[in-house]
Antibody
Framework: QVQLVQSGAEVKKPGASVKVSCKASGYTFISYYMHWVRQAPGQGLEWMGLINPSGDSPTYAQKFQGRVSLTRDTSTSTVYMELSSLRSDDTAVYYC???????????????WGQGTLVTVSS | SYELTQPLSVSVALGQTARITCGGNNIGSKYVHWYLQKPGQAPVLVIY???NRPSGIPERFSGSNSGNTATLTISRAQAGDEADYYCQVWDSSTGVFGTGTKVTVL
């Protein structure tokens, strides 16, 4: 069965960086794009970016350009999301989500990780 | 950037029908997907490509999309349907989520 298992909660100070991992299993890792979505406390879902595990350059939401970096390790079927220059409003649950790609304009998320809470506080 | 607007909340009596709207400019030209999210849990896909149900999702969930509004319909609402619901589209190489709707079953 498909599983996306994320790393544990993090507490960071403003200005620091955080790196969250998402380990995939139960399917062919390089065959599916992986996305990252975050959710601030009591707020909605916000798309951050995507990575093609087979090697293309990641795509980032404009809001996070320059602050976020998505990478992958095919040997361990793991994707990583690193967010730098953290601010208090980056406090959120961060999810990885596997893309079910039908066409270039029909893209949605069929499996999600359990989420990782990142708290930014001085 | 593209925006999707949902009502903040929808209430439905047990066993009745709930309709959750998702408004966006010419959204009928896009594919709309829907997720439910229960407190403390990750989102779950309930409708994809406007009106398709993943395996394991009850037939009570259905979707439509036309003009400037997409709609998720929950028939014969059950207490377990209480959740936040989000619509989602893909626009200009970007994922876009709706603002979210809290569904309460009375």
């Amino acid at each position: 069965q498909v599983q996306l298992v994320q790393s544990g909660a993090e507490v960071k100070k403003p200005g620091a960086s955080v790196k969250v991992s998402c380990k995939a299993s139960g399917y062919t890792f390089i065959s599916y794009y992986m996305h990252w979505v975050r959710q601030a406390p009591g707020q909605g879902l916000e798309w951050m970016g995507l990575i093609n595990p087979s090697g293309d350059s990641p795509t980032y939401a404009q809001k996070f350009q320059g602050r976020v970096s998505l990478t992958r390790d095919t040997s361990t079927s793991t994707v990583y999301m690193e967010l730098s220059s953290l601010r208090s409003d980056d406090t959120a649950v961060y999810y990885c989500a596997r893309e079910k790609h039908i066409t270039s304009v029909c893209r949605f998320f069929d499996y999600w990780g359990q989420g990782t809470l990142v708290t930014v506080s001085s | 950037s593209y925006e999707l607007t949902q009502p903040l909340s929808v209430s439905v009596a047990l066993g009745q029908t709930a309709r959750i709207t998702c408004g966006g400019n010419n959204i009928g030209s896009k594919y709309v997907h829907w997720y439910l999210q229960k407190p403390g849990q990750a989102p779950v896909l309930v409708i994809y490509r406007n009106n398709n149900r993943p395996s394991g999702i009850p037939e009570r969930f259905s979707g439509s999309n036309s003009g400037n509004t997409a709609t998720l319909t929950i028939s014969r609402a059950q207490a377990g349907d209480e959740a936040d619901y989000y619509c989602q589209v893909w626009d200009s190489s970007t994922g876009v989520f709706g603002t979210g709707t809290k569904v309460t079953v009375l």
